[in-house]
């Protein structure tokens, strides 16, 4: 009786020489992951070709909602503490603030008519 191949054995192989510290890196990440270093892989690749259809086709691109939450609680994180180590900037980022996205609403605000 033949035995059927695992389909892992009849995919096509292609032998990769990496730069120094790169297996470390795609190690690290497929442990996070809960993926093959393989699995890592291809996955990333897949990722940077729908990238590349996405800005091909004229697609807008997006980063996903995880990605976006982490950037903006590790930005957060960062703003505070530099806060906390410089007081006296606290001012001074509150106007930078306020350039950016307007100034602070509270209770006490008046409308204006346009």
Do not use: C, W
């Not at 996070?32 to 697609?59: C, K, Y």
């Amino acid at each position: 009786m033949d035995k059927k191949p695992y389909p892992s054995e009849t995919q096509e192989r292609f032998i990769v020489r990496l730069p120094d510290g790169m297996r470390d890196k795609i190690a690290a990440a497929a442990k996070a992951s809960g993926r093959s270093m393989n699995a890592e892989i291809v996955a990333r690749l897949q990722e940077s070709f729908e990238l590349t259809d996405d800005v091909n086709r004229g697609s807008a691109l997006t980063l996903p909602t995880g990605l976006i939450k982490k950037i903006g609680e590790q930005v957060e994180a960062s703003v505070k503490q530099a806060l906390r180590e410089h007081p006296a900037e606290t001012t001074k980022a509150r106007r930078v603030e306020a350039d950016f996205v307007g100034p602070r609403r509270t209770g006490a605000h008046r409308k204006t008519n346009r």
